[in-house]
């Protein structure tokens, strides 16, 4: 093989220059790279690295510089492996060692693994909100997929964003892709108790602004939280979306719960990049897996695991990248009577780690298959079905996993309101709320923006009381750059204080998947576009009945219009840069909040090389 390529590079050199570009533009002049494929499909990495030609010359010998050796250009698929390592998302900051485990299975089944970075979007310390750069995210990730020779992915993603961003851009893409999670950290332990990331940080402030806790406790459960590599270990945005990928038939399975910091994490690593290989020779694309079985399979599964307010949109969006219809309506019909099974915080009382002791998704999807509730032909990235993969799948632990008749509640985990105050929707999560405050009319104390918000919120002689409703404005996604996890504001201290743990909250901002409450979100259209939501005024009565699915604002229609008459937007303090082409494309929360210009997917063709 080697005298025969040697002889095919001397014939090329001494092919007339006119000759040279026809065996760039002739695929059967192309170096054998479909002897790997178990079809006649070609490599889409043949087109830089299969010609006898300068352009081949080029990508080849560039590439050796890095020591890699003369056969991995003749055939193998290339693999690429899109990390989102960085020290700045502390819960990806393990993803080099879990990228080299990738390799290790790539190169087992014979590909041809590279490496590259995209975007980090990390939780803890981006700013304003990591939401505002998701869809920069993900059009470095599409960008970067289709300008390169790549045959197929495997994203490495875990913090909140990283999820939704890597899969949106890749399936704009549309090439064999498997998602892959970095696994949820160790149970945090303090005072001789679990606690949560998010759900216990939300709790301890407010044990602290009630004088229930001091600055030194307070700072001392920093450390106990977050004592291990990985992301949050409720279930928050990251576990939730963990699961989403592997509901929609886009990780593995066990993808949603191995602990990160657990030795099965690397295995199932070393097997993703095994998989991958054979998915580029399958051919086995995005657009395959990700139909309407998979997002009715992901609604459904969210609901059992009483899963973070945030999936609403990254699905919404996902969806709309690969050209499947869903919308509001989908995800409260669906997951209307799908009982929350999962027993873990927010929502119930335990953590990632006894979730996949117990079972993890795989126990959740059989019981829903045995309810009649999954749609169980729907293909996954091992080639199986979902049913094929999570039929014969134990639960351990009937208190972490509950029986369908023995749920934490009988209720899907997402609500979908509409009414006066939100004609294109709401969202609640009533496995996280107060069932006494599930129908109630009450009171609207205002707050104009988030600094209206701080700056009133502490005040002893707020006007408010634990039957009023408050109400967050301009948080969605033009008036809050990004739309950020605000939506969950605290309660009064002088409430706090008198052992008021809960008020229904709304506003068009998110809140973190970690986070627990009457609250209601992403009321659309916003109050930065001039929704109902920008014309509501202290003293007003709001009417909520969640079993009925009504959020109204009464206040006559008369009313309404004056108010409407005299509304003006407040300018946008984004006038250059992305943050400029942020505000001008992004569309609302009920569609996912995505770029309308980036609706729909673009495929993975690129114009032929200049070389």
């Known amino acids: 093989m080697l005298l025969q390529r040697i002889a095919h590079r001397l014939e090329a050199c001494a092919t007339p220059a006119s000759s040279t570009l026809d065996l760039y533009q002739n695929p059967l002049m192309m170096r054998s790279h479909t002897h790997h494929m178990s079809n006649s499909k070609p490599l889409r990495s043949a087109s830089w690295f299969g010609h006898q030609s300068m352009s081949g010359f080029i990508h080849r010998s560039w590439m050796k510089n890095q020591g890699h050796p003369e056969d991995m250009y003749d055939g193998r698929p290339v693999i690429g492996i899109c990390n989102t390592y960085s020290e700045l998302t502390p819960c990806n900051a393990h993803f080099r060692d879990l990228a080299e485990r990738v390799k290790r299975g790539v190169y087992e089944a014979g590909g041809y693994p590279l490496e590259f970075p995209v ?4 939780e803890p310390l981006l700013r304003p909100t990591s939401m505002l750069f998701r869809n920069l995210a993900s059009m470095d990730v599409e960008e970067t997929i289709r300008a390169n020779p790549i045959d197929g992915v495997v994203l490495l993603m875990g913090c909140d964003k990283t999820t939704p961003s890597l899969l949106m851009g890749a399936a704009s893409c549309d090439l064999p892709t498997l998602g892959f999670s970095g696994g949820p950290m160790l149970n945090g332990k303090f005072r001789g108790e679990d606690i949560g990331s998010g759900t216990d940080v939300w709790r301890f402030s407010e044990m602290v602004r009630c004088g229930d806790m001091d600055s030194c406790e307070f700072a001392n459960a920093e450390s106990c939280m977050s004592r291990s590599i990985g992301h949050c270990m409720t279930m928050g945005t990251a576990s939730t979306m963990a699961s989403m990928t592997e509901a929609l038939g886009m990780g593995l399975p066990e993808n ?20 991958i290989v054979d998915m580029v020779k399958e051919d086995l694309r995005m657009s395959k897996i990700l139909t309407r079985d998979a997002f009715e399979n992901a609604i459904i599964a969210n609901a059992a695991i009483g899963g973070s307010t945030n999936a609403v949109i990254h699905l919404c969006a996902l969806a709309g990248r690969i050209g499947i219809k869903l919308d509001l309506d989908d995800w409260d019909q669906l997951g209307r009577e799908i009982p929350t099974i999962v027993n873990l915080r927010p929502s119930g009382e335990y953590l990632m780690e006894e979730f996949y002791y ?85 009171r609207a104390v205002v707050f104009e923006d988030i600094e209206d918000y701080y700056n009133r919120i502490d005040d002893p002689d707020l006007d408010i009381d634990q039957s009023c409703v408050m109400v967050l404005k301009n948080c969605g996604p033009k008036g809050y750059p990004g739309m950020s996890e605000v939506g969950n504001m605290g309660l ?8 008021i743990t809960d008020m229904i909250r709304i506003s068009d901002a998110r809140m973190s998947g970690t986070a627990y409450g009457t609250v209601i979100l992403h009321t659309t259209p916003e109050a930065a576009v001039g929704g109902p939501l920008a014309l ?16 109204n604002l009464e206040v006559p229609e008369d009313e309404l219009e004056q108010r409407k008459a005299a509304w003006k937007p407040t300018p946008s303090a984004m006038e250059s840069g992305y943050q400029k082409l942020y505000y001008d494309h992004v569309m609302q929360a009920d569609t996912g909040a995505d770029f309308d210009f980036l609706v729909g997917c673009r495929g993975a063709e690129v114009p032929r090389d200049s070389h």
């Open 119 to 122: 975007m980090s979007l990390g």
């Open 358 to 442: 117990a079972g993890g998704l795989p126990a959740v999807l059989r019981q829903l298959g045995e309810a009649g509730q999954l749609r169980k032909e729907a293909l996954t990235v091992n080639g199986k079905t979902i049913w094929e993969n999570n039929s014969d799948a134990h639960n351990w632990n009937e208190d972490v996993i509950r029986p369908m008749d023995n749920p934490i509640s009988e209720k899907g985990s997402i609500a979908v309101l509409k009414g006066s105050l939100a004609p294109s929707g709401a969202v609640i999560k009533p496995s996280a709320a107060t069932p006494e405050l599930m129908k109630h009319r009450g």
């Open 536 to 551: 509501v005024q202290d003293g007003d009565i709001i009417e909520l009945d969640v079993a009925n699915r009504v959020l």
């Open 492 to 499: 009064p201290p002088k409430l706090l204080k008198k052992g």
């Open 256 to 275: 949603a719960a191995i602990p990160a910091a657990d030795s099965r994490r690397n295995r199932l690593a070393q097997e993703a990049g095994r998989r």
